[in-house]
């Protein structure tokens, strides 16, 4: 079987998830080689998504590291069989794999929730927002490329509207206040925010400054829902970088750091309100 050049974030996310199962077990990889019938090289490769593990093999993985969770177990056997290649694949090699990675997380996703403390979320923000987010990034985007990330934002948006995911949006005020662009860029911004507040599965909450124990971290959250909790997924930007996290214990750190935020956020109703009080602030500012 061929090597993987660049194997999808899909392909390696099932590696791994067959690395932590071994690991689990407190198998070595010679030892599992060795149930399998395979060389200590393959375990490694299909460890890394390098190579593909058909779902018979997988469940005799399973097996070999007396895996009796059967949910998590079926849910890898359809990611083992996946071959349909997605639609963010016709970017590869043109936006930076992250813009990929996040895309096919998305599709794959049964829920999605972020916290956004500096920017609108991507999947609400207006095509003028969006582009104007990406020329404001440093260092200083090409025509070409702020056209491109665009199109393909807004892109993810159509695909997460017309799919029926559910999606939570928690939004801290900074984020309603900060300006990019022009101010018709953040109007229109937040008439779209009122808008996709009323789309069925969407839910906006606002976290204002005088939040009493604000418990939220600096960085941006999105945090999307798997088949089973095991396979769940968070990505955590700061100013500089962009993480992904999938193990147990940053998994529960994340889902603890949402429900905290969600117990101060304002309700979506009080999140309309507020919203729209502070379009009528910024409406009077540049009369």
């Given at each position: ?27 070595g990889g010679s030892q599992l080689a060795r149930t399998l019938g395979l060389n200590p090289t393959q375990v490694t490769q299909m460890e890394a998504g ?238």
């Amino acid at each position: 079987m061929p090597l993987r050049r660049d194997p999808t974030l899909r392909q390696r996310r099932l590696g791994a998830e067959l690395r932590r199962m071994r690991e689990q077990a407190g198998m070595g990889g010679s030892q599992l080689a060795r149930t399998l019938g395979l060389n200590p090289t393959q375990v490694t490769q299909m460890e890394a998504g390098k190579i593909g593990v058909s779902a018979e093999r997988l469940r005799t993985v399973a097996t070999a590291c007396k895996c009796a969770n059967e949910p998590l177990i079926d849910a890898l056997a359809v990611m083992a069989t996946e071959r349909e290649k997605g639609w963010w694949e016709e970017y590869r090699g043109v936006l930076p794999a992250d813009f990929l990675d996040v895309a096919e997380i998305e599709g794959h996703a049964t829920g999605i929730t972020v916290f956004n403390m500096t920017f609108i979320p991507g999947l609400l923000q207006t095509s003028s927002y969006t582009a104007s987010v990406f020329t404001k990034g440093f260092p200083p985007l090409p025509q070409q490329d702020v056209d491109q990330r665009t199109t393909f934002r807004l892109r993810r948006q159509q695909l997460i509207r017309s799919g029926g995911t559910p999606f939570v949006a928690f939004i801290h005020e900074a984020a309603l206040r900060i300006q990019y662009g022009q101010y018709g860029v953040l109007h229109e911004q937040l008439g779209g925010l009122l808008e996709d507040s009323e789309l069925p599965g969407f839910s906006i909450r606002i976290v204002p400054f005088d939040t009493e124990d604000f418990p939220g971290p600096s960085e941006n959250l999105f945090y999307a829902e798997g088949p089973v909790p095991e396979l769940d997924t968070v990505q955590a930007d700061s100013s500089l970088s962009s993480h992904l996290f999938d193990s147990p214990a940053h998994l529960a750190s994340y889902r603890e750091i949402l429900a905290r935020i969600e117990s101060v956020a304002l309700s979506e109703y009080q999140s309309r309100d507020f919203i729209r009080s502070i379009m009528k602030e910024a409406k009077v500012k540049h009369e």
